[in-house]
């Protein structure tokens, strides 16, 4: 308050030149801001609902932003299916590759090994690339996280039996239990078909694979026969398996012996695994074949009798068998996969050890040796241990029938690899005739009850028949003579060197055209001769000696007495037949019998190992009450179960049906990525549109807040040049108004 007194006139004055200077105020703060509502005060109802829609249009510019980010996360998803489905590709391209390369060479099979390593390496990077898919902590190419796998309790149970580890289930989709087990006793024998090929491309003979498993070096590695020597040369023969190697030499004057008496040479091994391998050699056969000039190299497969069998949940089973061929099934050292629609068990063989885990019942394997024709069938009837017998025969040389070249009677004895001392029919020997070789005998070892049925192949026991050449006096006995000749006036005395293992022909031609000078002309019928000239037969003569040159029989001397003359002018000819000593064979004829075992079982089962969660699934906010959303759901596009169901290969590709499921998988995996692009796709199209109207609904937020506060700047303009107007009149005004107290001031 003041006690100073206004003029009326004053007073108005001043009263209306604060109010303009107020309005001045006013106006100028519109025009800086551009409202015309710059506070609740001025104007409450616009105020607000300004307010309210500018509130909106900030929250949905929030909400932006998220979608914005949201947009991002499924692009980086959808990039990462594009390159996955190019693995794919490039994946199914190795499997065209691998399916233009079977068979059972060991090119191809290593080719398709390499081909499949490659295909495993290709599956791990899509899972890499799906997990490496993520964007700010969303990754919608992996799904929920579910998984399923076998259990660690199962896994140790089955890695418990004999020759399996690494027990394993891949591609799991899920539960289920797989029960295995191990049968076959371990027999072995060679493919038919390899057998049959290599003796055309070898000229070998009679090839014979056999034997049991060894349960602690056996394996499952293919044989190979490699012959070497030209035409006219000595052979070799070296014979592999695994890492392990035999040769053998035979000489041409070997080749010309066993020539000479028409009895085949043979070659007879064993190797670590338990695998014999047999067959008879001949060098004519060897050389005769086409475009080889007497050299080859062949594989045959090997067959064991043992198989694992893998059965699930519903009785579904699955077989891989040493039996089979190589690329259906066959059972080998390594990884084997067993696959069914719920998962893949997988188990890692040991070749060595995997016959301790088999069942099978007491069992008698089928001869082997270089002499093994000898036998002819072997059954077991009781046996406790397992062991090998060998047969031995010896013969006495009187005994030897020079029409059928055979003995009359063979003594066989046996031995056991137990030590123990081997019974044959009851006795130490056995006496084989031919009357009774074909009636079972008992080869039993009395100190562990082990007892086998054995019949013998009469014609066959010269191969492991050892006996004493024949006499001076046995070759006498044979003699005979044509053209004048008495044959019991030549007296054999001595016989040495002739060839083993069969009977030579001797033919001398004697011409006594003149008995005083004599000529003998000797032949052996295979390559060897003698000549004795100026012999004088005209009376007895002693000591006529030969020595053989040439063939089979060279360095042979046979040495003769004759004990009456020749008559004058006599031509004849004179034969004796000469039975060489029988030397039997280095390998005999051996059998294996296996005592009978009960394996175990396992199971491995597989079930829910981790839960699923919705951690990578994306929710995406539309509006700002949240009224509004979609949610993106994290697609599984790994190779597991959940996922593509890709599984890695199978048994390296071995088996045309390892890659058919492969295929299958792929084209299969095809039409999941196919799916998931389209759901990703169909989300981001749906995203973008919402982004796109959040933008321009915002836009219209704020253009209806700004219409309710902005202010008119032109007529604001107007107005601010109207107050500067007033404002200045009322300053005049007030000039003036004190003007009339000034005049009164001067009065005085």
Do not use: C
Request: proline share 1%.
């Amino acid at each position: 308050m003041t006690n100073i007194q206004l003029p009326s006139s004053i007073r108005s004055n001043l009263l209306l030149l604060q109010q303009t200077t107020k309005d001045l105020a006013t106006t100028q703060l519109r025009l800086a801001t551009g409202n015309k509502i710059n506070s609740a005060l001025d104007g409450p109802a616009g105020y607000f609902a300004a307010k309210g829609l500018s509130q909106r249009s900030g929250d949905l510019t929030a909400l932006k932003d998220g979608i914005g980010q949201a947009i991002s996360t499924i692009t980086a998803a959808d990039k990462g299916i594009s390159q996955i489905e190019a693995l794919v590709e490039q994946a199914r391209g190795l499997t065209t590759q691998a399916m233009s390369n079977l068979g059972s060479d060991a090119n191809a099979v290593k080719l398709r090994k390499s081909l499949s390593d490659s295909y495993n390496t290709l599956l791990r990077q899509i899972d890499r690339l799906a997990q490496d898919s993520g964007y700010q902590g969303k990754n919608l190419l992996v799904g929920s996280g579910l998984r399923l796998d076998a259990t660690a309790t199962s896994k140790t149970a089955t890695n418990a039996l004999q020759g399996i580890s690494g027990a394993r289930a891949t591609n799991v989709t899920g539960a289920d239990n797989y029960k295995v087990e191990v049968v076959g006793d371990g027999a072995i024998s060679g493919n038919s078909r390899d057998l049959a090929d290599t003796e055309l491309r070898s000229g070998l003979s009679n090839i014979n694979i056999s034997g049991f498993l060894d349960s602690n070096a056996g394996n499952f590695d293919a044989v190979q026969i490699k012959v070497s020597g030209g035409e006219g040369k000595d052979k070799t023969f070296t014979i592999s398996e695994g890492n392990e190697t035999h040769s053998f030499t035979l000489t041409q004057d070997q080749w010309k012996d066993a020539k000479a008496v028409a009895t085949p040479l043979r070659i007879a091994t064993s190797f670590k695994s338990g695998t014999n391998v047999s067959f008879e050699v001949d060098f004519d056969k060897i050389e005769d074949v086409p475009d080889t000039a007497g050299v080859s190299v062949s594989t045959i497969e090997k067959n064991t009798n043992l198989r694992v069998v893998v059965t699930n949940g519903s009785g579904e089973t699955v077989v891989r068998d040493g039996m089979n061929e190589l690329g259906l099934a066959k059972l080998s050292n390594g990884e084997n996969a067993f696959a069914f629609d719920s998962g893949t068990a997988r188990l890692v063989i040991d070749e060595r050890q995997i016959l301790k885990a088999a069942s099978f019942a007491d069992t008698a394997g089928s001869a082997f040796g270089a002499g093994a024709q000898a036998i002819a069938t072997v059954t077991g009837q009781t046996i406790a241990a397992d062991e090998t017998y060998t047969l031995q025969a010896s013969a006495v040389e009187a005994n030897f029938n020079y029409t059928t070249g055979r003995f009359t009677t063979y003594t066989v004895s046996a031995t056991g690899s137990s030590g123990n001392a081997i019974t044959v029919a009851g006795g130490a020997t056995y006496a084989v005739t031919s009357a009774n070789a074909g009636t079972a005998v008992a080869v039993a070892n009395a100190t562990n009850t082990n007892s086998n049925s054995v019949t013998f192949d009469y014609s066959a026991l010269n191969t492991i028949t050892t006996a004493a050449a024949a006499t001076a006096a046995e070759v006498a006995a044979t003699a005979t003579a044509t053209g004048g000749l008495t044959a019991a006036n030549f007296v054999t005395d001595t016989i040495t060197g002739f060839a083993a293992n069969g009977v030579t022909q001797v033919t001398i031609e004697i011409d006594a055209t003149d008995n005083t000078n004599a000529t003998l002309k000797l032949s052996d019928g295979v390559g060897g001769s003698a000549v004795l000239n100026n012999i004088d037969l005209s009376a007895a003569a002693a000591n006529l000696r030969f020595d053989i040159s040439g063939g089979a029989n060279d360095g042979a001397v046979l040495q003769m007495d004759v004990s009456a003359l020749v008559t004058n002018g006599t031509k004849g000819t004179l034969t004796f037949k000469v039975r060489g000593e029988f030397t039997g064979q280095t390998t005999p004829a051996q059998f294996t019998v296996r005592n009978g075992q009960v394996g175990g079982t396992a199971t491995l089962a597989t079930k829910q190992v981790v839960d699923g969660s919705s951690a990578n699934d994306l929710t995406v906010q539309f509006n700002e009450t949240n009224s509004s959303q979609v949610q993106v759901v994290s697609q599984n596009v790994q190779t597991d179960g959940q996922g593509l169901r890709l599984d890695f290969a199978q048994n390296s590709w071995n088996d045309r049906s390892d890659i058919d499921n492969a295929v299958a998988q792929l084209d299969s995996a095809k039409l999941t990525l196919r799916a998931a692009a389209t759901t990703l796709s169909t989300n981001l199209n749906i995203i973008q549109s919402r982004e796109t109207y959040t933008v321009e609904f915002s836009n219209v937020l704020t253009e209806g807040a700004n219409k309710l506060i902005q202010a008119d700047q032109n007529e604001e303009g107007a107005n601010i040049l109207t107050l500067q107007t007033r404002q200045q009149l009322g300053t005049i005004s007030l000039s003036l108004a004190n003007q009339a107290q000034q005049a009164i001031l001067r009065l005085f």
